[in-house]
């Protein structure tokens, strides 16, 4: 088992910045990437940030390639997704999840393949 508590998310005005965190604790080490995904009102759960844990590879959403950041400190088995020029449509809940099976980089910006999720935290972006 393990668990994932994210944290860091509030409201804001477009263009500030937010930095959410996931911390994991239990099997830790069975762990190959942690993403960040993010689920608007009405909308499919969809794919924000992956980074490999060993290695530190990273990929992005298109939607925010070039304003988030994900990034890792493995002494924590935390990983933050440093969100800057936030917009309106970033607007919504941030899940954290871990995966332990490798896979290609489309497998890995899909939900199905993670083991273990976070409670979300809320993001909105007022214009």
């Known amino acids: 088992q393990v668990q994932l508590v994210d944290t860091g998310g509030g409201l804001v005005q477009a263009g500030a910045s937010l930095r959410l965190s996931c911390a994991a604790s239990?099997?830790?080490?069975?762990?190959?990437?942690m993403g960040w995904f993010r689920q608007a009102p009405g909308k499919e759960r969809e794919f924000v940030a992956v980074?490999?844990?060993?290695?530190?590879?990273?990929l992005y959403a298109d939607s925010v390639k070039g304003r988030f950041t994900i990034s890792r400190d493995n002494t924590k088995n935390t990983v933050y997704l440093q969100m800057n020029n936030l917009k309106p449509e970033d607007t919504a809940v941030y899940y954290c999840?871990?995966?332990?099976?490798?896979?290609?980089?489309?497998?890995?910006?899909?939900?199905?393949?993670?083991?273990?999720w976070g409670q979300g935290t809320q993001v909105t972006v007022s214009s």
């Open positions: 999840a871990t995966r332990a099976a490798g896979g290609t980089s489309r497998a890995l910006k899909g939900p199905g393949g993670y083991d273990y």
């Open positions: 239990g099997r830790t080490f069975s762990t190959y990437a």
């Open positions: 980074i490999i844990w060993s290695g530190g590879s990273t």
